[in-house]
């Protein structure tokens, strides 16, 4: 595909599911990327573990309806970080573009994404803002904002993750040289995205919105889970040691993660929209 005399390179779509999804949401998560301008030959999902009935029906037909579409079915369940490095090894182009199983792509997010990294040859991770909607009405409440330059990203990166997880691209190759994601449970992508910036990446955001990422009332009890608030500190602490943060970037945003610990599930959704959503 051509656009503005720029020839825009192929592209693999990395997307990981596991047997807790709802089919209705895979789908329409599917079928988002599979219907982008600039589409892509070249779609790895990787199945974590046994999946429901419904959802491997659905993969059977997408499997037999797009030549591009490659399952990769596990066994057992091995987790969002091991499952990544299974679908980067097995994906076939140098940009990969990352994709949740329950959020929608706009329709031309590749086109964009891929342009811009083309033309900037330099840049190895691309991401942008997201829509946050409810699920249930499908009505648009927030839109997460992201540090757009480079520079802003780095500083950004020592406290909070600088991209919107789902509307990542990135080359196969940066990915590779840094050893992939952490088998670690929770927060590797925030990780992987420091470990990627420490070994000299660079990344920019695109200030529009390009994925539309559902919200339910899950979203903000997860929050409050004790395994996520514990491995929100671990990962800090991580990134701490190895040099990318200092001490007091450290210590402010895991104090305000254990703030909306223990404060009332009434607040946490305020809270969560006043200060970490435009």
Known sequence: ???????????????????????????????????????????VLVCDGK???????LVSYFEDNYECFHPLRLKENIGTGRCANRG???????????????????????????YVMSKHP??????????EFESDTGKTIATKKTPLSNKEIHKYAKRRNPFNNSTLVYKKSRALSVGGYSNI??????????????????????????????VSGNNYERRKNWANTRSFINVRWKIFRMGYSGI????????????IFIMPKSLTGRIYKRFLRD
């Not at 779509?13 to 599917?30: C, D, I, N, Q, R």
């Open 248 to 259: 007091i970037d450290f210590i402010v945003p895991c104090a305000f993660q254990l703030f």
């Open 185 to 214: 449970k929770r927060c590797e992508d925030y990780e992987f995205v420091v470990k990627m910036l420490a070994d000299g990446a660079r990344g920019i955001n695109l200030d529009r919105s390009l994925v539309m990422y559902r």
């Open 122 to 131: 330099e840049i190895d991770m691309l991401g942008a803002y997201i829509d």
């Open 88 to 114: 980067i090894d097995a994906c076939r182009n140098e940009y990969i573009v990352k994709m949740d199983s329950d959020d929608i792509s706009v329709p031309n997010r590749c086109e964009l994404s891929l």
């Open 1 to 43: 595909m051509v656009v503005k005399n720029i020839v825009l390179p192929d592209y693999s779509v990395l997307m990981s599911v596991y047997a807790g999804e709802k089919p209705e949401f895979f789908k329409a998560s599917v079928e988002s990327m599979l219907n982008q301008t600039h589409p892509t030959n070249d779609f």
């Open 51 to 57: 999946l429901t009935d419904e959802l491997d029906e």
